[in-house]
């Protein structure tokens, strides 16, 4: 497949003068590809989503995404391609608690113009999927964390994304709710689903992801397509 996400020469910095967030990154995923970004904190990673999914603006550079240059779309475009093309999951979640699990899941489908009877089919297959078919009509505070996070994983499903960008979607989570996410997640990289994960975690990383590309000081400093395990990934390596 073609390459779903293009950075070339990406720079950020949020004041002159500033070190940058972002140094001349430039990289490339492949359509079906899962890729964990691993580093320490402040070395970019959440900057490097965030301009993966129009949500900021490099100060230099482009960014691609599905064949589209999102670092010059308006916010309200920017706004439309995420419903179109991105699906989003993040460590706090991030669902409406005044909406039930169903109605959360089926929002974006919503907001995306997708005629009722399909976004509700889709939404019915997807809470079937994650296992939380029976939560359907419970509001999210009457969950779990592991439970919430899987209503939050159908919702950045259910338009059929292109990308799916994962910001530490274990990290709110205890360690038998993380291990359950995680198998989530590798399930839907084995179907062939394009996945960027930001990860503090080895486990995840290696569970997930196909590839590792690790962030230092806003740079690119390794980027391994090999076969991975938690201990070549482990903090030390970094």
């Known amino acids: 497949m073609g390459a779903v996400v293009q950075l070339s020469k990406v720079s ?6 500033e070190t940058a967030a972002l140094d001349g990154i430039s990289l490339e995923i492949a359509g079906g590809e899962a890729v964990a970004v691993m580093g ?3 070395s970019g990673k959440s900057t490097l989503l965030n301009m993966i999914a129009g949500l ?10 599905a064949g589209e ?22 460590q706090f ?40 078919t029976r939560h359907r009509d419970a509001y999210p505070a009457r969950l779990s964390g592991g439970e919430r996070q899987r209503v ?11 990308l799916v960008l994962a910001d530490e979607p274990t990290g709110a989570l205890d360690s038998a709710a993380g291990e359950e996410v995680r198998d989530l997640l ?11 994960l930001v990860t503090h975690n080895p486990d995840l990383a290696a569970s997930c992801a196909s590839r590792v590309i690790r962030l230092a000081d806003g740079r690119v400093v390794a980027d391994s397509p090999e076969t991975l395990s938690p201990e070549t990934l482990s903090p030390e390596t970094l």
Do not use: W
């Open 152 to 162: 939050a994983i159908a919702r950045a499903l259910v338009n059929r994304p292109t």
């Open 40 to 42: 320490p904190s402040g």
């Open 186 to 196: 590798a399930d839907m990289t084995r179907s062939g689903q394009s996945l960027l």
């Open 12 to 17: 950020k910095r949020y004041t002159d003068g």
């Open 69 to 90: 240059r999102v670092d010059q779309l308006s916010e309200a475009a920017a706004a439309h391609f995420r419903r179109q093309h991105i699906g989003m999951v993040f």
């Open 93 to 132: 979640f991030n669902l409406l608690e005044d909406l039930t699990v169903a109605d959360n899941v089926l929002l974006p489908a919503q907001l995306a113009g997708v005629p009722r009877a399909e976004a509700r089919a889709r939404t019915d297959e997807l809470l079937e999927a994650v296992g939380i």
């Open 56 to 65: 900021d603006r490099p100060t230099s550079g482009s960014v691609t995404v």
